[in-house]
Antibody
Framework: EVQLVESGGGLVQPGGSLRLSCAAS????????MSWVRRAPGKGLEWVSA????????YYADSVKGRFTISRDNSKNTLYLQMKSLRAEDTAIYYC?????????????WGQGTLVTVSS | QTVVTQEPSFSVSPGGTVTLTCGLS?????????PSWYQQTPGQAPRTLIY???TRSSGVPDRFSGSILGNKAALTITGAQADDECDYYC??????????FGGGTKLTVL
């Protein structure tokens, strides 16, 4: 059974940093691209970032480019999202998601999410 | 910047059929965009319904189907049930590793 468990969310001040983690199990982690998707309060889903199975290729939404860094440790079956220069508009539930294949394949499994709140 | 469009809200009667659409602010949606559909109930994680235009995800009932209708992707729900009342999102692949979600459709069953 595929399981994705996010952690690392919390309250952070504007301009601060936070690192999210996603522990994956139930599938061959290194064979699949992974993504982060967020949902801000009162808004819809927003694709944030994706990374290839080997970790060599990364992609970002314009809204986070230059501030967020996606990475993965295939030896630990873990996905990360390093977030810097956080803004109030980054407040959201962040979901870890598994793709059906490479980065050009849709998401098939989702984690339960971790809440990030950016506020002073 | 290309925007993915969805109806903000839709209403269907119990037992009825509804078709939600997913378009582009400029251009037509084709299978090359791998249109996919997700369902989200308040407080829950999203659930994958349809991927790559018309493939149902594991465990999704055949009341849900995907297609291309004209210049848009479409999600059709037949025999609507009360627990189908939630938010529905489409996502399109824009190339170069980039995906864009639509704004979502809030479906009411009444």
């Amino acid at each position: 059974e595929v399981q994705l468990v996010e952690s690392g969310g919390g309250l952070v001040q504007p301009g601060g940093s936070l690192r999210l983690s996603c522990a994956a199990s139930g599938f061959t982690f290194s064979s699949y691209a992974m993504s982060w998707v967020r949902r801000a309060p009162g808004k819809g889903l927003e694709w944030v970032s994706a990374i290839s199975g080997g970790g060599g290729s990364t992609y970002y939404a314009d809204s986070v480019k230059g501030r967020f860094t996606i990475s993965r440790d295939n030896s630990k079956n873990t996905l990360y999202l390093q977030m810097k220069s956080l803004r109030a508009e980054d407040t959201a539930i962040y979901y870890c998601a598994k793709s059906l294949g490479g980065v050009n394949y849709p998401i098939d499994y989702w984690g339960q999410g971790t809440l990030v709140t950016v506020s002073s | 910047q290309t925007v993915v469009t969805q109806e903000p809200s839709f209403s269907v009667s119990p037992g009825g059929t509804v078709t939600l659409t997913c378009g582009l602010s400029s251009g037509s949606v084709s299978t090359s965009y791998y249109p996919s559909w997700y369902q989200q109930t308040p407080g829950q994680a999203p659930r994958t319904l349809i991927y790559s235009t018309n493939t149902r995800s594991s465990g999704v009932p055949d009341r849900f189907s995907g297609s291309i209708l004209g210049n848009k992707a479409a999600l059709t729900i037949t025999g609507a049930q009360a627990d189908d009342e939630c938010d529905y999102y489409c996502v399109l692949y824009m190339g170069s590793g980039i995906w864009v979600f639509g704004g979502g459709t809030k479906l009411t069953v009444l």
